[in-house]
């Protein structure tokens, strides 16, 4: 029984217990209520806007919140002058809080014109007591907030909010619950990321993500390869795989299935053709992942594996449990598996206590492994972590190993890159490049952007395209 006459309190007695037919129970009610809305206010559709920071994790969060409020009956627009507004918060760098605070500020402009508003966050940064402590009681326009844990409730929440008219706050500080099968609105028909596991037991001394994503949950094989296969059916042609640290995949579940035996399961879906993943960690790499990867036709022919330092000293410090020999080693053997294998990484300069031998070090294993790409970042102390009680090196000598390190890594990119110069390769059209018209822009297996004149009728598919000239990190090409 699902009546919209009910009382809120009869609403709550009347819910399914279990996940996901109560999320169903409330976005039903939510549908009514939404209607009723409508009706009284004359608005034609109440619109929602999401926005989100941060990492590919949070996309992927955004892709199921956006699919559930569909369900609900709210309709997408590219502006925050929406009639729901969510920020998707990420807190992996300490100066990202004060970017959400600046444009609450904005948004209580917005509110005060528009009656019918519901601002809501979610995500990592709501993990935090003393963030939430700080917006129930100087930002009390703010209608949800929820944390990364309980995603799936947002229709619930909603339900509550217009029912008991005052602010919702859902905080979970951890769960062992994965709740499988509510809607997800995908934002390319071709691709799409794929969750496999949630949460990082590692402990990185730099990094707040174990504190606000909690620990290591793996989702059943059985659930992931149906999604994959769901989607493949759907015209999915490329997934990623999702997880902090995908290489332990498994190893806290009650029947543990390596991350290398899901890959291969996963690799049989028919109508795929790609399959990415990240993030993957050094220490978790194993010997059966390398040869499950060589012998797919179908994973991808790139891997990031973050380096973060090249020095076994300050490895030790960030608590990465690997040593420069052991990166080393690992590649050597990722580079005799797959000799075409494109490698990238994140690499951080200036941790605490870095000297310039350590910086060296650095340097040395990017001239030795000679990455496609590198993402470097000057350290930034993130409050709550162990590192953020070493003491800091002097900034001026930060921004010039960063400099130093920068132009390595640039001119060996621009010398790796270019390896496919006048070959043909299989790429994904993915969309019309807006800078120069008649232009589509595609990815290469190994993760590499090309521009080529197409007719958009192609994005979503692999066509072949004889890389013309290259560009440092990107080919001009022609279709083959
Ligand atoms: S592996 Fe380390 S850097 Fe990555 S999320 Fe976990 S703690 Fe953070």
């Not at 929440?157 to 602010?167: C, G, N, S, T, V």
Request: proline fraction near 3%.
């Amino acid at each position: 029984m699902n009546d919209i006459n009910m009382t809120y309190e009869e609403a709550l007695s009347h819910a399914p217990n279990e996940e996901p037919a109560r999320q169903y129970f409330f976005i039903e009610r939510c549908q009514d209520m939404l209607e009723k809305l409508k009706e009284s206010s004359g608005k034609e559709a109440f619109t929602f806007h999401i926005a989100t920071f941060g990492c590919q994790m949070n996309s992927r969060d955004s892709e199921k919140l956006q699919g559930i409020l569909e369900a609900i009956g709210f309709v997408e627009t590219d502006t925050e002058e929406a009639d729901f507004v969510l920020y998707n918060t990420c807190t992996v760098r300490e100066n990202a809080n004060d970017r959400v605070y600046g444009r609450l500020g904005f948004l209580n402009g917005l509110k005060k014109k528009n009656p019918h508003m519901m601002i809501a966050l979610c995500g990592c940064m709501m993990q935090e007591e003393k963030v939430v402590a700080k917006i129930k009681k100087s930002y009390r326009f703010v209608d949800i907030i929820f944390g990364t844990h309980n995603i799936f409730k947002l229709a619930e929440l909603i339900h509550e909010r217009l029912e008991a008219k005052k602010m919702v706050v859902d905080i979970w500080e951890g769960t062992d619950r994965i709740v499988e099968d509510l809607p997800t609105e995908r934002k390319y028909p071709f691709k799409s990321g794929v969750n496999i596991m949630f949460g990082c037991n590692n402990f990185c001394s730099y990094c707040i993500v174990p504190y606000v994503r909690g620990r290591e949950r793996s989702r059943n094989p059985e659930d992931i390869v149906e999604e994959v296969r769901q989607l493949a059916a759907d015209g999915v042609v490329e997934i990623m795989l999702l997880g902090q640290n995908v290489n332990s995949y498994g190893t806290s579940s009650e029947n543990p299935v390596s991350f290398a035996e899901l890959l291969t399961r996963i690799d049989q879906v028919e109508g795929l053709e790609r399959i990415r993943f990240m993030t993957s960690h050094p220490k978790d790499l194993s010997d059966e992942l390398i040869e499950a990867m060589k012998k797919s036709k179908k994973v991808c022919s790139h891997l990031h594996l973050p380096l973060q330092s090249g020095s076994s000293r300050v490895l030790k410090i960030m608590n990465r449990k690997y040593t420069r020999e052991r990166y080393l080693e690992l590649v050597e053997k990722i580079k005799t598996a797959m000799p075409d294998i494109s490698l990238t990484t994140d690499i951080i300069v200036g941790f605490p206590g870095e000297t310039e031998e350590d910086f060296q070090e650095t340097l040395d294993v990017v001239r030795k492994v000679r990455f496609d790409s590198a993402f470097t970042f000057i350290y930034s102390k993130r409050t709550g972590t162990p590192a953020a009680d070493m003491e800091e090196i002097s900034p001026d000598v930060v921004k010039n190993r960063f400099d130093r390190l920068l132009a390595e890594v640039q001119k060996i990119s621009a010398e790796v890159c270019g390896r496919d110069e006048h070959t043909v390769q299989k790429v994904l059209a993915e969309e019309v490049n807006d800078y120069e018209k008649g232009l589509l822009t595609g990815r290469m297996s190994n993760n590499t952007t090309v521009h080529f004149k197409g007719d958009p009728s192609l994005i979503g598919k692999i066509v072949d395209v004889h890389l013309d000239e290259s560009k440092g990190f990107y080919y001009m090409g022609t279709l083959a």
